[in-house]
């Protein structure tokens, strides 16, 4: 079993940065596959990013370039450094983990659920 607990949400304006970081415990961390996913009021969740165990990493088109995730297998956590965001990044983000790095990115859903940290970005 594995407990994801994320922090770092908060309100900023647009243009600014944030940093999401997810703590992970039980399970085997360095194993999993990782993500961060989004839902913004009326909307359905979607995939933001995910990494792979061997760190290959993926972004859904609307954050390329702007957002950046990275994995700390000593510390067990992954994080998501946020920057130039926009109001359409506003949304309660949730850190995923699964077995497969598939699973997360072609099927867009996982094993494990954090209980999600709000975003809030204004304009």
């Known amino acids: 079993q594995v407990q994801l607990v994320e922090s770092g949400g908060g309100l900023v304006q647009a243009g600014g940065s944030l940093r999401l970081s997810c703590a992970a415990s039980g399970g085997t961390f360095s194993s999993s596959a990782l993500g961060w996913f989004r839902q913004a009021p009326g909307k359905q969740r979607e995939l933001v990013a995910a990494?792979?165990?061997?760190?290959?990493?993926i972004y859904t088109s609307s954050v390329k370039g702007r957002f950046t995730i990275s994995r700390d297998n000593g510390k067990s956590t992954v994080d998501l450094q946020m920057d130039t965001l926009k109001p359409e990044d506003t949304g309660i983000y949730y850190c995923?983990?699964?077995?497969?790095?598939?699973?997360?990115?072609?099927?867009?859903?996982?094993?494990?659920w954090g209980q999600g940290t709000q975003v809030t970005i204004s304009s």
């Open positions: 990494i792979s165990s061997g760190e290959t990493a």
């Open positions: 995923a983990a699964h077995p497969s790095f598939y699973t997360i990115v072609a099927q867009k859903t996982a094993d494990y």
